[in-house]
């Protein structure tokens, strides 16, 4: 992607994570836009997606992503130590290469329109985005909180959003929608349950009653834990670092008698800011970048990259034997379903190989323009796949991890019900997203025999081979974790994607 925007929406559910999970696939159901994080607080009862995407896709894909939340969340039932206005609370833009923050302003502004047009939801304006002074700050959107707002929006003509009537969704409220530069959200957990003593302290280090720039803070309350936290918002590391808060919190906290047990990044933070907090403690008088040892090989590879665009043959057995290897070792992942993904990702990767052979030679140039949209859809696809690799480990280990929960207990038994049920529908979704972006690459490999080189017609017949294999194998993936869901409903569903799938291949499926 020539351009890459970071968006960070909190949704306001933490504790269902089938729910969380179908927002994700939701969001991700389109093109040019790729996870990197998701952040689950059962407490807060909300969650953080942070996804990057190009400056086209990625407003779409947080409307999609409004869209499901609106379908899955009623507020009317939601209670959680956040504050929150919204099923969708708040939707960040920031700019990360190839854009500017203005740039990430125009794309809150669409989104915040189409999210009122498609959804009937009202929407706001903050941070740069902001169209009056006073909505800059969230905080000032959200006094209330959505039980507040609703009756205030109605008779206040202040409390109106930016998009849409003086009223809210009836269960998904109102959504936050704003651009700004990259964010950290730092919690700083304090060994005692007095929230009036994190409120004190919040109020005292915020910028907005005269404490430290670029700093948001608030106090709330952990019952899971008994403790306090105080929950923070670094809206410019570089201003207020990371050591610098903590050390405020440790000084007020320790001046009532009480210690901080740990703290917490929400979310994804830059390196560099970690960077900037361990020079803080150690004091070190000659830092620079490269005396980190990965920003010193980081700057090495790149070097290295830009010298030789292909490896040798030595270091591609290597990078093939790693994963050959984990896949031999007698553990349960990676297992089948990573072994599907990865087939599925090479067979894309021969698409693009044969579409950037042919993108050189000048006899073809009437089919250049569908050989390079073929080329970076093959590309996006081939990158989800690659993440389906770990993500299809990553869920199964889930199912493993909910069988060793204890069940001594009804209500642990309870639990661990639940857990096995959420944790066996991801095990089954992530083979079925491997299978349905399969059957778009094979769309996309059979186009592209009429219109690429004759002498690679080889590398296509193998993709396809290998597309094959792939669907099946994760098909088969997907099957092997249906008689473990209780859910049947939902089964029913799955069965009928599968059918489509089946349908669509031309092939029935193995007795």
Known sequence: ?????????????????????????????????????????????????????????????????????????????????????????????????????????????????????????????????????????????????????????????????????????????????????????????????????????????????GGFPCVKAMGVELKARNLAQVSMNLTDFETTPIGVVFDAVGREAAAHGVAIVGSE???????????????????????????????????????????????????LHALAEQFVTAVAAPTPTPGGGSVSALAAALAVALGEMVSGLTLKRKSYEAHHHTLKQALDRLSQLRNRLLENIDRDAQSYEAVLAALKLPKSTESEQATRARAMEEANKTAALVPLETAELVMEAVQLIEALRSVTLPQAASDLAVALYLAEAARRGALDNVRANLPSIQDRAWV????????????????QAPG
């Open 265 to 315: 990044i929400v979310g994804l933070v830059p390196r560099h800011a970690l960077e900037d907090a361990s020079v803080h403690y150690l004091k070190v008088e000659n830092f620079h970048p490269d005396l980190i040892v990965e920003n010193r090989l980081a700057r090495v590879l790149e070097e290295q990259v830009s010298r030789t665009t292909r490896p040798s043959a030595a270091s």
């Open 492 to 507: 029913s569903s799955i069965l009928e994607r599968i059918q489509a799938l089946e349908h669509r291949s031309g092939s």
């Open 1 to 209: 992607m020539q351009t890459i925007v970071e968006c960070v929406p909190n949704f306001s559910e933490g504790r269902d994570a089938q729910k969380v999970e179908a927002i994700i696939q939701a969001i991700l159901a389109g093109p040019d836009v790729y996870l990197l994080d998701k952040e689950m607080d059962a407490d807060h009862n909300r969650s953080v997606i942070t996804i990057v995407g190009s400056r086209e896709g990625i407003g779409e894909a947080a409307l999609r992503g409004i869209g499901r939340a609106a379908e899955l969340i009623d507020l009317n039932h939601h209670q959680g130590a956040h504050p929150r206005i919204g099923a969708t609370d708040v939707v960040p833009f920031v700019p990360i290469s190839g854009v500017t923050l203005e740039d990430c302003v125009q794309i809150a502004d669409w989104v915040a329109a189409e999210t009122w047009r498609r959804f009937h939801i009202p929407t706001y304006l903050y941070e740069a985005a902001a169209r009056k002074p006073g909505r800059k700050n969230l905080e000032n959107i959200r006094r209330g909180q959505f039980e507040g707002l609703r009756d205030e929006v109605r008779t206040n003509p202040e409390r109106g959003p930016d998009y849409g009537e003086a009223a809210l969704h009836p269960t998904a409220g109102a959504t936050v929608v704003g651009a700004r530069k990259f964010l950290i959200a730092y919690n700083i957990n304090l060994n005692t349950p007095d929230v009036a003593l994190a409120k004190a302290i919040a109020k005292k280090i915020r910028a907005s009653s």
